[in-house]
Each structure stands twice: as structure tokens, then as C-alpha cells.
């Protein structure tokens, strides 16, 4: 199985940061990467496709980056609505697994 | 608008059975791959089951292997979850998910996914 490992978690930052979540793959997954916003009570929502590929409707401060088995997900000036858990999933193999969560909480 | 809903959740004892529903509206149900994906109780998610488009090919996790069974009526837009021998460490939320058919194979199974049910509570206890 593919091992996805965020980092840092937790996160702590304030309104307006730069803030980037790190995803590391076991094995190279090319770009096949994809990343979810989940706030507490909720279902994830997608944010990010194939590593770089903004979702629609999904605001244009996030961003994705990577390839091979290094990945990350850039929020560029954080909003009071971003406060949730962040998850990568790799979709290269089989099963399908996600990263263990990155939550980003109010600094 | 896309609207997926879960139902069929509830509390089982360890050994019994539930099998869970979601019903799509808003797309061509019959085009998409369908993906469980559950959640225990503070914990991440764990992808269950994906069935393709047309259900010829279905895919498990190795730890619901033989117990579950993933399966979809395309003339109804429904998705099933048949879950046997339940065990407490399947106490979770479960939702479906569209897959996500953008720059893959259309009949992928490999997929992102996009969007989710609101989920479905099953929890098994003795």
C-alpha cells in the first residue's frame, strides 16, 4: 500500500498567513494527488485534482504542487472560513489511501 | 445540483448485517465510478469499495474483503453498501463519493473524489 504522510499537524496560524501543508508519497504516484478540506461535522470537500488542478468553485488562495512523491497544498492568505483538517489522497494505486490529516487552527 | 444521500446507517451487534443506500440526483449516474469512503469516530478516512461505471469491476479494501459488497442499480441513480459480519472496529460514518473522471480513463476506477454524501452512522456494539 501507498503511505501518504502529512506534515506539520497541527498547524496553528492566523487570518491573512501563508500557510503550506506538506504530503509525502512511499512510492512515486506521478500526480495522481488530490486534496479535501473536512470541517468538523462534515463531509470532505475536494479542493485540488491531479496535484495542481483547481476544483471548480473552489477558491482561487489554494493552490496544489508536486509530482513523483513530494506534494504540497499552499493556502495563500488564510480566511476565518479555512479553519478545518486538510487530507491528501493518492489515486496511483490501489487501494486508495489518504494522508492522516493536517488540521490548521487559529494561532 | 449534484446531490448525493446516504441512509441505511444504524446500530448493529457484532455479526449482524446493514446495507446502505445512497441515492444520486443531478448527473448521469450511469457515466461515474462510486466510491464508499468511511471515517471512525475522530479518526481519518479510509477508502472502502469503488464500483465502475457499470459495475463490472468492483475493488475492496483488504479489511472489508468478503464482508462487503459494493453495488449499483443505474435505472435507479442508487449506490449499495451490503456490510456482513460487522465488527466494532466498523463503527464509522460512511459516504458515498462521485468519482472524479477529469484527465483519467473513463472507465477508471482509480479517481479522486467529488463531491460526498453527507454520511451515514454505523456503529456496531455488543
Known amino acids: 500500500d501507498i503511505q501518504l504522510t502529512q506534515s506539520p499537524s497541527p498547524l496553528s496560524a492566523s487570518v491573512g498567513d501563508r500557510v503550506t501543508i506538506t504530503c509525502r508519497a512511499s512510492h512515486n504516484i506521478i500526480t495522481w494527488l488530490a486534496w479535501y478540506q473536512q470541517k468538523a461535522g462534515k463531509a470532505p470537500q475536494l479542493l485540488i485534482y491531479k496535484a495542481s488542478s483547481l476544483e471548480s468553485g473552489v477558491p482561487s488562495r489554494f493552490s496544489g504542487s508536486g509530482s513523483g512523491t513530494e506534494f504540497t497544498l499552499t493556502i495563500s492568505s488564510l480566511q476565518p472560513d479555512d479553519f478545518a483538517t486538510y487530507y491528501c489522497?493518492?489515486?496511483?494505486?490501489?487501494?486508495?489511501?489518504f494522508g492522516g490529516g493536517t488540521k490548521v487552527e487559529i494561532k | 445540483q449534484v446531490q448525493l444521500v446516504e441512509s441505511g446507517g444504524g446500530v448493529a451487534h457484532p455479526g449482524e448485517s446493514l446495507r446502505l443506500s445512497c441515492a444520486a440526483s443531478?448527473?448521469?449516474?450511469?457515466?461515474?465510478?462510486m466510491h464508499w469512503v468511511r471515517q471512525a469516530p475522530g479518526r481519518g478516512l479510509e477508502w472502502v469499495a469503488v464500483i465502475s461505471h457499470d459495475g463490472s469491476i468492483k475493488r475492496y479494501a483488504d479489511s472489508v474483503k468478503s464482508r462487503f459488497t459494493i453495488s449499483r442499480d443505474n435505472s435507479k441513480n442508487t449506490l449499495y453498501l451490503q456490510m456482513d459480519s460487522l465488527r466494532s472496529d466498523d463503527t464509522a460514518v460512511f459516504y458515498c463519493a462521485r468519482g472524479v473522471v477529469v484527465e483519467v480513463a473513463p472507465t477508471s476506477v482509480y479517481t479522486a473524489f467529488g463531491p460526498w454524501g453527507q454520511g451515514t452512522l454505523v456503529t456496531v456494539s455488543s
Open positions: 443531478g448527473f448521469i449516474f450511469s457515466t461515474y465510478p
Open positions: 489522497q493518492q489515486y496511483n494505486n490501489l487501494p486508495l489511501t
